[in-house]
Structure formats: C-alpha cells, structure tokens
C-alpha cells in the first residue's frame, strides 16, 4: 500500500480546490491503519448525456482513488429527476418516469464503467431515502442552514439582486445533494467548480449531525478541442468515451499544444512523476506533435483495447500523415507576394471553390488548411510551394505566375 | 336570512382591513342564492394562554359571521407545535407531545366556546394533513412561492437586512398556514394585523391550486384598561374571558373614556346602528360614566348569566360607587392654592404615607385617586374639600389651615 504522502501527491494531482488537504491527510493515515477505504461520493444527474472526456475527469479522478484502495458511491439523483421542476415553470425538467431514470442510468453506466472499476463502485438511488422523509423531516433538514447561507450560493445572489424569482424549492437541491452525503457517510465529494456550494453544504450538513466531515474536491473544467470553450457535445469540441479508437485517436491530436499538459493531468491517469518529465520535455523544445501523439496513445488505451489502439494508430499515420497530401495536386500560379485573400476570385475561377462566401465559410469553420495547419487569418501572405486543403478532398498548391 | 349588504355592514364593523369587499360580496350573494355557509378560517396556537378579550376580539368577529349562519373551523396547528424549533436554537419552542397539546387544545375550548356557537364551530388539527405530506409534496407546495416572496415579511426582511439568521425552515410557517386554508376550502380567515403576511399568502396559495381566495379580514389589536399597550397578560392590563362577572364589571369600569367606542367596537357583538348612537351620545356630552356602565353590562353579560351579572353590578355600585368614600374620613389642612407636591411632606408627617417615594410610585401605579378619578398628575392644584384616597384604604380630604 502506498504512503499517505505518495497517495495525497496522485489525488491532488490536476485538483482544482482541495477542502481541506489536512483532513484528507488524517483520512487517509486512518485508512492506512484500519484498512477501512474512504468512501468516495460522486452524484450524477440522470438526465443521460454522452459522457465525454470532460465528464470524465471526475470519474479519472476516482478511478485513481480507487487504484489506491477505496471505494466509489455513485448517487443517480433519481429522486429530483422524478419531480422535474415542481414549479412547472421550466420545460426542460418534466417529470421522468422511474422506468425512464433506470433507462437512463443503463446508459449512463455502460459509459462510466469505461473509466471505473467496477468492483470498487456501488450504485444507488437517492429516492431510496429522500422519498422516504415526512414533512418534519423536512424541517428539521431546513433548520439545518439559513436564508444568508443560501444566498451565498452565486446563482441565487445574482437572482435575487436581479429580481429573477427564486422558488423556495430551489433550497432544497443543495440540501438533497448534502442529505446524500450523511446517509453515505462520505468522506469525499467530487465535482466540477461549479458544484462548490453543494458540496461545501455537504460538509456543512455532516458537522450539524456530527458526522467527520468529507473532503471537498473540485476538479477544473476541460476545455475542448476548439481550445477555448467548456467540452460540450452541443460545441462539436468534444471526445466521446465511446467513441471508436480511430476518431478518438485522430481527435486527440486536434488538441491545441497549449492544453497537452492540461489533457495528461486530467484526461489521463498518469503519475504525477510522468506528468513532470513531459513538462520538461516540452520546456525543453521536443516537438509537441510527438508528446501529443503519446497522449492519444495514452487516451485511446484508456478507452480501447491494444488491437483496436494499433489499427487506429495505423489508421492515423496512412490517413493524415502520410497521404496527408495526395502525391499529385493540381497547381495554382500566383503572383509572389500574393495574400491569400487576394487569389479568392482565383480560386473560384479555376473551380477550387464554388464563390467568395463558401471559402470565408469553410474559414470561419476550420475547413481549410495551409500546409496541414488550420488557417486562421484570410490574408496569410502565401508562399511559394504552400499547399492548400479546401474541405476534405480539394488541393492546391501555390506556385509563381509567369 | 339578512341581505348582503346588511352583512356586510355588520361584518365589516371594526375590521381593520379586509381584502377585499367585492369578494366578499360575491360569496356573501353566493351564500344566500345557494344556502351554502361561509367557511370562516380562524387558526390557533396551541401554546394556551388564558383568553382575554384582546384575543377574543377574531371569536367575536367569528361568532357574529356565525349569528348570520356561517361556520366556524378552528385550527389547532398542533403540526407546528408538535415540532418545535427544529434548529434547537430556540429554548421557548421546545417539542408538545401529543398529550400537551391535547390537554392544551381543552383548555383552549373551555374558553373559546364561551364565545363561539359550538354548533356552528368545528375543530380540526392540522398535523391531519400536514403529516401526510411527504418530500415530493413539500417541493411542491415551496414551489408555489419565492424568496423575494417571503421576504416581503417584515420581520424576514428585517432580519434578513440586520444579519440575524432565518433558518430555511421559517419559510414553511406561512406556507403550512396556507396550505390549512387549501385543505379547508376556507373562504374567510381572520387574524389580527400581525398575520397579514400569512393570510395573505392563503390566498395565493388557493389561487395557485385553483381554488376561490378566501376573504382576508385583519382585526385591530385592542389596547388594554391603560390605555396604550396591547392587551396582555403579562402587562396586567387585561381582562380575562374566564374572570368572575364583579371582576370583569369592575375592569370594564376602569378602561379610558377614550376606549369606550373601541371597546363597543371589537368587545362585544353590539349592532353598528347601536355604536353610531353611542357615538352621537358621547358627542353629545352624555357622561362617559354611564356608557361605560351600560358597557360593562354587555361585556359581563357576554360571558356571565343574568343573576351574575345583576350580583356584579350590585357588588360593583355597593362597593366603589356608594360607598367609594366613607362617612367619615379625617382631614389635612392646608394652604390655600397649594400643588399637591407640596404638601407630601405634610401627608408622610401625618401618617397617611410613609415616604415620599411611597406616595410617587402609588401615583405611578394608579394607586392614588383624587375625588374618584385616578391622579395623573402630583402637581394638580388642590381646592378646598377635595378628597384623596391613597392606595385602598387611607382616604383625606384637603381642608384650609387656619
């Protein structure tokens, strides 16, 4: 078994906000003395997306923990989702049916067992205890915190001060969520930032009814493959973890250079020892097409068996590296010093694009290339020999008129 | 049966809001076209204090809708009562057993029904339904209102302001309030001016549930025999429904000329024709005295049988009208134009008081009369033949020295 300071370097590695260091520290030498695994806790809304690498780097997160020792909780919100907004307000959250919430949940699971083990992880419903509470419970669980506490919480602050109407109801979801802590007696709660005040209340709720308290840990969001925006499958910047090893493969090295790291910390569970010598390797200089070619290497094993990670390997290197431009191209004569948005009406005339609009379109899109990098800027000066890729299939290479 | 209008003047007699008139129109024409009494809505705390009329101002209100044929429903909020303070914060609101609040709930009866028509008046404990209810019910029911909502109580905004916590479970008072109203199909709750928030928000709360909103009616409160305060017990200023027929005559004897129309008002069930000649009377120049006579008559007769009221009043004229001053009492001679300030000294010298602060504090007790009417003022000039009496037994009258 691994040293409480070894164990406490690999969890907090790619951590956003540990609450608090020292009270994991103190878990975790009891853990090591009673051999009793801490108890991990990550809710999940049912509402059943598809789960991508940012989804995933909660469940990465724990998938290291429980490589460690200890054991996943994970709580499928079962009983929210079965109210949908009492209000009847908001559309977006009808009611489901409990045959909707476990039809959900089978996907759900399919896809977080990708990253989990399986053995370590126990499911349940949270309606198995919230639905069981009266009325004096749900008191004695409301005079548990107060308005000015609640108020904290960012959304409801701007809510209130904006006069957008909160719904006494709205208390309540923390409280569930930190309801679900105390029947678990969990000693960790995972989220995204953006689950801060849920989980702090977590904490809150466990020293009311004198439970030790669990450690709060906020992992950051992962940006996209687009560099800039939250991971999101509405964005189209996102890697599926169930998609195939040669998408997945092909999609890793469309990561920006600058998020490489950032990928290997949360994306990964390599050792923090790892994580370092590629920092150096890439302060260094080493090419960050190679470190990136590790890390879908890397990925792609997470998700995909050896076999299916060779052929898309293979897949990758035939299709985008070495056929990346088809041996004979047709040619285009410009003149030299020509910026590129200068020979648009060229192109048009010649048949490499159909008008003006459709090429600042597959601009604007990312579809075109100048010499197998993303065009960014329409009045790149061209050079001579440079090889354009408009959309998927079309080629030209630049050469001096006369 | 008597027409809408005439009820209406007879309830609307001393309300001192109600929300609104139309509505109550409306259910009034209703009552009459279709038999179908008015459900009139008065909640109770199960705490039992002893009833005095500053309480029994709402169950004379009742008792007159009741003399027009409406019915009365009590609610014992035993659901509340039971609880407590759910946040043990608060040692005043400690947990009833059922037992306590049984035994509360007789009392309570013995006393009320001394003012309402038991067969007009049904009891009912709202730990009925409010036990039923279960977490589901509850967001439901949170989901009917706000947070802006609720902080448009005075209190909560006050304390929301001033930094003094409100605990989450404060936001279900009003809501448990209303939602005895849904359960009732209540049309009208009465309350005093202190419960305008929570009846109101029976109101919204029907309305959301689509029922018809109940009449909001808001009794003022009634000061007590000084005067100025509120009514209450613990002022001792009060005069309790459970107190002997001589007792309650002597007190009603004792409230302010000022009070009287307030008393005819909200004490007793008086016909509004009946006050408005009462008040034409006094303006008149008719002497308060007798009105109050006649007044505490009704009030005594209100809760008293004849031959008590007839032994009461005979007690009262025996003991403080006829004999209010003995044959003979000694007397002080003083100084022509003396104030009565000075000649405390001379009152301590003679025996008649032991201090001069003795004689100060009596006066601030109400303790010392001059010619029958309590002394407000020590530097009231004296005139030949007045008569002081001091505490209950010493009387002086004031004589010229020399």
Redesign the interface.
């Known amino acids: 078994m691994k040293t409480v300071e070894e164990q406490l370097r690999i969890i907090a590695k790619g951590v956003s906000i540990l609450v608090d260091e020292d009270e994991l520290r103190n878990k975790l030498t009891e853990f090591i003395q009673n051999n009793r695994p801490l108890i991990i806790k990550l809710g999940l809304d049912p509402s059943a997306p598809d789960i991508h690498l940012g989804h995933a780097v909660v469940l990465r997160k724990i998938k290291q923990m429980q490589d460690l020792g200890h054991e996943a909780v994970i709580i499928i919100g079962d009983?929210t989702g079965?109210?949908g907004?009492?209000?009847?307000k908001s559309k977006g959250r009808n009611a489901l049916t409990d045959e909707q919430v476990r039809e959900n949940a089978r996907t759900y699971f399919e896809q977080i067992f990708k990253v989990l083990d399986k053995k370590k992880t126990t499911v349940r419903y949270n309606s198995e205890w919230?639905?069981?509470?009266?009325?004096?419970?749900?008191?004695?669980l409301?005079?548990?915190?107060?308005?000015?506490r609640?108020m904290e919480r960012d959304d409801?602050q701007n809510r209130?001060t904006n006069?957008i109407?909160?719904?006494?109801?709205e208390?309540?979801y923390p409280?569930m969520q930190a309801y679900d802590s105390i029947e678990l007696n969990a000693d960790i709660e995972l989220g995204g930032t953006d689950q801060t005040f849920n989980i702090l209340m977590g904490r809150t709720l466990q020293k009311t009814m004198g439970q030790s308290q669990q450690v709060a840990m906020f992992m950051p969001l992962l940006e996209g493959l687009d560099g800039v925006e939250k991971m999101s499958k509405s964005l189209e910047n996102y890697i599926g973890v169930y998609e195939s090893a040669k998408v997945m493969f092909k999609k890793v090295m469309e990561v920006p250079d600058e998020l490489i790291l950032k990928y290997f910390e949360l994306a990964t569970d390599e050792h923090p020892d790892r994580i370092e010598a590629i920092r150096q390797e890439l302060v260094q200089g080493k090419n960050p097409r190679d470190i990136k070619y590790a890390l879908a290497e890397i990925i792609t094993s997470l998700y995909h068996t050896e076999q299916e990670v060779i052929e898309a390997k293979e897949y990758y290197d035939k299709a985008f590296i070495k056929k990346a431009i088809p041996d004979q191209i047709p040619e285009l004569a410009v003149k030299a010093q020509s910026h590129l948005v200068e020979i648009i009406p060229l192109l048009v005339e010649n048949g490499f694009i159909k008008s003006n609009s459709e090429f600042r379109r597959l601009v604007q899109q990312n579809g075109v290339q100048l010499n197998q990098h993303k065009l960014k800027h329409i009045d790149s000066i061209l050079l001579y020999g440079d090889v354009l890729k408009i959309g998927k299939k079309r080629f030209v290479k630049i050469i001096w008129e006369g």
């Open positions: 009983f079965k109210i907004d009492p209000s009847g919230l639905s069981k509470l009266n009325f004096e419970d749900v008191l004695r409301a005079a548990t915190t107060t308005v000015a609640m409801f209130f006069n109407p909160i719904g006494i109801h208390f309540f409280l």
